[in-house]
């Protein structure tokens, strides 16, 4: 097979993650393809689990199966989820040992209604590390409060961490900190850190989403042609300035001392992750996402959809340079207009946490409802 645009940007240094999991991109084998095009790691999250359930009958036997065995909707949930993430993860072995453990990781989200437990999250996240039982799997927590003593602990074990819903920089920095943290814990025991890995899942789109509509207001407000041309030049540039704004940071956290002194040790750099990178405006280019975060050591997780259209028409081009002005410069334009991404940031996480609460609480209940669906069906076959 010729190097696919996915392989090709993988040579240059930033991995291709599809954010997906269901049944039938298990069994069908297209999965297995996508490998083949260079995909090389995999994310899920509620909503993705919720959708692949609830529309679809590919779950709808184990689900039968389970229930006529007395098992409750959370041990279903659990029973189904867990199958799937290990049989992706089993897929993605080959490329976990041929990347030397870079690459090749599928992340499964820890219960999202414990988000503000920490001890809770710091159980759950244990105890599902023991059930998958798999090198090549990550473990999703948010970038909380709550969250970061969790993942500080989870790292000190050993335990992968993809550490989720970061927004802003203040986010990220508490995060590389904890990650840093975590390490020197797991150092004292270990002389061998390469096989502990994170990543910090920054999450892009959504704060253009919401930057654009507070423009739109002030674009229909503005009766100044100059300044209204100001207000409209500043559309779609607050998310991709606020996660250049991030790898720069991440670029100076991973090179201080202390990141060197456990790099000793073989630790692996916390790679920045973007998320949320499909494309929600429909004016804008349907991979601006994915080609305007082109950068080194990092990973970008993608929708299918987002996905496919990069391998139809992306090209690998460093999008992300070491001259930062100009993301600070937008930055500094939105807070002078009276938008405070810092404050839109700390709205983002509040509602992404909610969301995911939601999600799950969504995904429970299809199962409630397939599940004793399934047994009237089999109850009336008699």
Known sequence: MSKT??????????????????????????LGQMIEMGLSGLTSNPTI???????????????????????STFEIYDDLTVRD?????????????????????VSLEVDPRIAS??????????????????????????????????????LALGIN????????????VKTAQIFLRGLEKLSRNSDDLSKTASVASVFVSRVDSVIDKALDELIAREEDSQKKTKLI?????????????????????????????????????????????????PGYNDIKYVSELIVKNTVNT??????????????????????????????????????????????????????FQNSFSSLLSSIEKKADSLCLEQNARG
Not at 63 to 71: R, T, W, Y
Not at 90 to 102: I, P
Request: proline residues 2%.
């Open 302 to 355: 993608l929708p299918g959809n987002t996905y496919e259209a990069f391998l139809d028409h992306g090209n690998v081009k460093e999008a992300l340079k070491d001259n930062f002005k100009d993301a600070e410069n937008i930055i500094n334009d939105l807070m002078h207009i009276g938008i405070d991404v810092n404050k839109v940031c700390e709205k983002l996480l509040k509602d992404g946490v909610a969301a």
């Open 117 to 154: 437990d920490t001890e809770a999250t710091l159980k759950e996240a244990q105890r599902l590390y023991r059930k998958v039982n798999r090198p090549n799997v990550m473990f999703k927590i948010p970038a909380t409060e709550e969250g970061f003593p969790a993942v500080e602990e989870l």
């Open 233 to 281: 030049s500043l559309k779609g540039k607050a998310a991709v300035a606020n996660s250049s704004l991030i790898y720069k940071k991440s670029k100076e956290i991973l090179s201080t001392e202390d990141f060197k002194r456990l790099a000793t040790k073989k630790a692996r750099l916390q790679r920045v992750l973007w998320a949320s990178t499909s494309t929600k405006n």
């Open 85 to 105: 993430i290990q049989d992706a993860a089993d897929m993605f072995g080959e490329v976990y040992k041929s990347s030397g453990g870079l690459n090749g990781y």
């Open 5 to 30: 645009v996915i392989h090709k940007l993988t040579d240059f240094g930033q991995s291709i993650w599809l954010d997906n999991i269901n049944r039938f991109l298990i069994e069908s084998g297209k």
């Open 49 to 71: 689990f919720d959708k692949a359930i609830s529309e679809s009958q590919s779950y709808d036997a184990r689900i039968a199966q389970f229930k006529s065995a007395g098992k």
């Open 161 to 172: 961490i993809n550490v989720t819903l970061i927004f802003s920089v203040e986010q990220y």
